[in-house]
């Protein structure tokens, strides 16, 4: 157990800036079947991963009951736990919230053009961005809706839909961070990527909003941590 959480504490280490890194996809054309077939998923997704979460607390409940691992020893594991994001962190945070376009919004700014459809919807590189630059703001988590992002997740979009862990979301998009809110802020402000958005924003209309809460605590990870890769065929 103690080998498993020291390397999954040093991967998110090395890799959480990284994360999210994809290509540029405002361009792209949609893929609504594709869409469709996951949404047939997601349900079932939900109810797996409650249960998987279940029953992880079980093996972590007894897990502790019989270690035989030190006071000291099990706080440095906690910590590395919550570090590796499979544990709750409570903190001061900033919200940002994404949202698409009125479907009919028009050009808000003279001598604009008229928006195609892909200008008024949130793509992957807009989310991408806005979790990128947390991260470089020293995040010490970040919540995506309703789940924590670890040092392998990765934050990919069908369309106008966010498949995130195997479960899909439609906008508005909320992302939560927790950490010095001065430095997120700032990160966030200093983000060529999202000055890029905001430059949407205002022309056509899409949902730009950043808060800040006082003290709110993101949930602990409950997926698999186990990492999938192909394998050539023999």
């Known amino acids: 157990m ?12 090395w890799t959480s800036f990284n994360t999210a890194k994809g290509v540029d996809i405002r361009s792209d054309d949609p893929l609504p079947k594709l869409s469709d077939t996951v949404r047939t998923k997601n349900s079932r997704n939900e109810q797996l991963e409650g249960q998987l979460s279940g029953v ?6 007894l897990t502790r009951q019989g270690d035989g691992v030190s006071p000291a ?5 906690d ?3 919550k570090a590796a994001g499979t544990g709750p962190l409570t903190g001061p945070a900033v919200d940002v919230t994404l949202n698409d376009a009125p479907p009919n919004a028009t050009a808000l700014v003279p001598g604009v053009p008229d928006p195609q459809p ?4 949130i793509h992957q590189q807009d989310l991408q961005a806005v979790v990128n630059a947390l ?17 392998t997740s990765a934050v990919r979009c069908v369309g106008n839909t966010l498949i995130l862990q195997g479960r899909v979301y439609s906008p508005p998009y909320r992302i939560t961070a927790v950490g010095d809110q001065r430095k997120l802020r700032k ?6 990527s999202i000055q890029n958005y905001l430059q949407y924003v205002n022309a056509y ?10 003290r709110t605590t993101l949930p602990g990870y409950s997926g698999s941590t186990d990492l999938h890769y192909a394998k050539p065929v023999s």
């Open 2 to 13: 103690s080998a498993g959480v020291f390397a999954l504490a040093g991967l998110i280490f």
């Open 56 to 61: 992880r607390q079980d093996v972590d409940r």
């Open 73 to 77: 020893e099990r706080a440095r594991l």
């Open 79 to 81: 910590a590395l736990d």
């Open 118 to 121: 892909n200008d008024l919807v």
């Open 135 to 151: 991260w470089q703001g020293g995040a010490q988590g970040i919540r995506v809706m309703d789940q924590r992002l670890i040092s």
């Open 187 to 192: 990160a966030l402000d200093d983000s060529p």
């Open 205 to 214: 209309g899409l949902g730009w909003k950043v808060g800040a809460q006082k």
